[in-house]
Every structure is written in structure tokens, then in C-alpha cells.
């Protein structure tokens, strides 16, 4: 019943929002957002923590952001984001407030709790209404950890340097502050349902920076992010409760090397991404225990606009954990068709067709007693009204 007020709430703003944000506008006042409701189904494995062996609609999202800029340099916002997939979220959360100073074009701050703009889709992925797909490729992008990877509390300053008309211009970003993975999320589900509990998260420092290239040729960037994650640890519970200890995790380092090509209808884009971790379980008056993880991911995608409301694309999106046993576990190749239709402006379908080989990305397995099997299909239909 929540799931389904919190989108009726935000389905009916779609239809009358965009007027009354319209008579706003002399106070420099935006309201804007969108939702969408999901529909997932496997060949083998339940996959997302959702039943979609039987057909699942439990993926529901509904986002709303309000933004002003009371003086021309200064904006200021917040968004709030209502989540359901399967297991995860059914709840409301936080997904940035921030106030974003520019004086001019070659410097900017923003600081509150700032969207990271780590990677290619890092610091777009929370606006679903502009990308034609309905999961980004998940091995870099998990819809499961998305509101754990996209902002942190902090800072980030950003410009714009121009290079010449031969030479094009270069777009930086540094960041800095503190970033929380909550008990709940994605990245620590494997762990969870071993009995082996974070209650309050993890979390910790975590800075960066990325440059992008806006090359000559019209529609080319190339660009790069490096993060990094010093050494975090939080509370450890197993047993219910019996064990008590800390978990801790080395020093992060996550590049990211990306490029994209966009003109006229024709959209191009490929990212590399490494995540090594090494962590440290430690409960009292045991020895400690040790994880190596080492996370190589890549994908490919292009798209192409048929008609004006009709785009098609295609991407295959990869994993491997170069630190796990030989077999399915230890890798996710993921094959992706993917069509939308805009109806209007504000009204919009998505369809799309996952083949899934390996089971590194996505599983779990409360929801997979019998274990998994290495290969499955995955269609997703969606509907989603911004405004």
C-alpha cells in the first residue's frame, strides 16, 4: 500500500506540476520529477531480489526535486527519492540537497549532500526520463547501491578551461567529503544473508577527481575519474547479536576511463572500471579473517533514434572478480536490447531484453534456494511520467 500511495502521489504531480511550476518562475522556483513502475521477468533465476521467475511489478520509483536560484550565481536544491525493488529500499530518502555557487565558467562549488561525479553516468543516473535505458549496465552502475554511489556529504568543485578552437576545451571536477553505504544496501547483501551484519553501514572519507575532454570533433568526449577511499571501519555483528567485532576495508582506489560520442542521432559510449577491495573481519577474542575482491568491469552501448519518439540501443556490459574461483560466480556478461517510446513530453515506455551469463551481478540467495543456474533472460518493461 505505501509502495503504491507514494506513486499515485507522485504520478498525479506529473499531471498538474508542471503548470503551477510554470507560476513559479518569477521566484526563480523549479518543481520537477518523475515515476515509474517496473515489471520484471527471468527464464531461471529470480534476480534483483525479486520473484521474477513468476513475473515481479515490484520495482516502483518516484522522484521529486525543487530547485531556486535566488541570486544569479547561486542555486540551491534538494531531491527525495520513494524506492522499491523487490527486497531493497520501500522507503524515502535523501538523494542530494545542495547549493551550487558559479561565479564564472572556470570555477564552481557545490557543497551540502553533492552528487559525485565519478565515472559517465555517475551524477545522472537519479533521471531516468533522459537515458533510454531501464537498468544502466550493471556492472558498473548496480541499481541495487545506486543511492550509496551517487552522493556523498561534501564538496565538489568544477570549471571549464578552453583550449583553443583546435584543441577543444577541458572539464574538471574534484570532490571530497564523506560517503555512507547503508545497512541495506546492495554491496552488502552477500554478507547479510551469511548472518554477517553491518547495522549501522559503512562508510567513511572519500575524495576524487575527474577530467573530461571536449574534443574538436563535434559530439566527442574523453574523460577519466580516479577515486579514492581511505581506510573505513564500522561495527560487525553475527549470531544474532552473539559475535560482535568490526569490519574493515583497505584503502580504495577506482579508476574509471570512459568516452562518448553523441550527434545528431547517434549516441556511442564505452567505460573501463577497476574495484579492488580488501577487507577484515574481525570479531572479539577470534582471529581475524580476510577478503580479497578485485572488480574488472567494462561496457559498450550505442543507440540510434529510428523516429522522433521512437530509440533503440544496444550495450553488452561485463564483470570479473579476478580474485574468485573459476566458474559462474566469477563473472556476469551481460547482452542488452533496449527500446523507448515517448508518447509526449512528459509520458514515456521502455522495453528491454537482458541475456545474462554468469551470476556475479544481481543474484542473491534467499530468493534462489536451489541455487543458480550460470545463464538466465531478463525482460523488463517500464513506464515512467516526468514533468
Known sequence: MKRILAGAIVLALGVGAHGFAQSLDELNIQIHG???QGFLYTTNNNILTTHSSDGSPAWTEAVLNVGAQPIPKLRIGVQGRFFLLGNFG????LDWAAADYKPDERLGVRFGKVKTPSGL?????????????????QSIYPINSRNSILAHYGGVAYGTFKLGAKAGKLEYRGWGGERQIGSGDGYLLVQAEAGLLLP???????????????????????????????????????????????????PLNIPSYFALYEKNKVMVAAEYSRLPVSITLQFTGLPPSYERIDYRSWYAM???????KLTAGV???????????LGPARYSKDWTISGRYDFGQY?????EEHIIDGTAVGYDTDLNPNGLKPNTKLTILKVGVSF
Open 315 to 325: 550495450y553488452d556490459s561485463q564483470q570479473f572478480n579476478r580474485q574468485a574461483a
Open 90 to 93: 520501500n522507503s524515502v530518502t
Open 347 to 351: 509520458l514515456y515506455a521502455k522495453a
Open 121 to 137: 553516468f555517475n551524477d545522472i543516473q537519479d533521471i531516468d526520463p533522459s537515458y533510454i535505458w531501464s537498468l544502466l549496465p
Open 200 to 250: 549501522n553501514g559503512l562508510g567513511g572519507a572519500t575524495y576524487g577527481a575527474a577530467v573530461h575532454w571536449r574534443s574538436p570533433l563535434s559530439g566527442l568526449m574523453i574523460g577519466a575519474s580516479a577515486g579514492k577511499d581511505p581506510e573505513w571501519t564500522a561495527k560487525l555483528t553475527a549470531g544474532n547479536g552473539a559475535l560482535t567485532g568490526t569490519e574493515s576495508t583497505a
Open 34 to 36: 518523475y515515476a515509474t
Open 302 to 308: 550505442a543507440s540510434y533514434k529510428l523516429t522522433s
